[in-house]
T-cell receptor, first 113, second 113 residues
Framework: GENVEQHPSTLSVQEGDSAVIKCTYSDSASNYFPWYKQELGKRPQLIIDIRSNVGEKKDQRIAVTLNKTAKHFSLHITETQPEDSAVYFC????????????FGTGTQLKVEL | KAGVTQTPRYLIKTRGQQVTLSCSPISGHRSVSWYQQTPGQGLQFLFEYFSETQRNKGNFPGRFSGRQFSNSRSEMNVSTLELGDSALYLCASMWGPGQETQYFGPGTRLLVL
């Protein structure tokens, strides 16, 4: 089955700096890659997603890039703010897998003042 | 629209007991997935239901089961509880059967003593 690896497990940045989280996946059939943000004690919330027919997608300060050949995708957050502090999860799914998401292990992002 | 709701929010059980958790998806959504979240294993897919049919199942023992009703509400049941079943159980609501944006509920936190 699909396996998703996520790095780093923790990331500390200064406010205003950029943060990058990387994920790799194993199943070449995977074609949908969402990113979720989970604040302490709250539910995961989708922040951005990308499908395999697109190499990059941007939404304000957040961007995701996808390299299908290398089977990895990354989350980029620019101009980080304290409210960006949370755990971020990458995930992957394939058309045949319906809505089954395989998640990475999460990255604890801390934005320091 | 009202968001995804889950009941109960917190639950304490003892080993050997069984438990039923409920999930009400967003109005109009027909697909529900269930995930188990633990500090050690992260977010793991349990199963997915669409139009009252189980479409996908994760790698969990048969003690974990679920169902979906005609109004799309879903329940999951865990029988013969073990200490390791202590976790946050999240359900996600989606409109359709394929790689849709997943909207998570607040979760049910289960503690098995």
């Amino acid at each position: 089955g699909e396996n998703v690896e996520q790095h780093p497990s923790t990331l500390s940045v200064q406010e205003g700096d950029s943060a990058v989280i990387k994920c790799t996946y194993s199943d070449s059939a995977s074609n949908y890659f969402p990113w979720y943000k989970q604040e302490l004690g709250k539910r995961p919330q989708l922040i951005i997603d990308i499908r395999s027919n697109v190499g990059e997608k941007k939404d304000q300060r957040i961007a995701v890039t996808l390299n299908k050949t290398a089977k990895h995708f990354s989350l980029h957050i620019t101009e980080t703010q304290p409210e960006d502090s949370a755990v971020y999860f990458c995930a992957a799914s394939s058309t045949g897998g319906g809505n089954k998401l395989t998640f990475g292990t999460g990255t604890q992002l801390k934005v320091e003042l | 629209k009202a968001g995804v709701t889950q009941t109960p929010r917190y639950l304490i059980k003892t080993r050997g007991q069984q438990v039923t958790l409920s999930c009400s998806p967003i109005s109009g959504h027909r697909s529900v997935s269930w995930y188990q979240q633990t500090p050690g294993q992260g977010l793991q897919f349990l199963f997915e239901y669409f139009s009252e049919t189980q479409r996908n199942k994760g790698n969990f023992p048969g003690r974990f089961s679920g169902r979906q009703f005609s109004n799309s509400r879903s329940e999951m049941n865990v029988s013969t509880l073990e200490l390791g079943d202590s976790a946050l159980y999240l359900c996600a609501s989606m409109w359709g059967p394929g790689q849709e944006t997943q909207y998570f509920g607040p979760g049910t936190r289960l503690l098995v003593l």
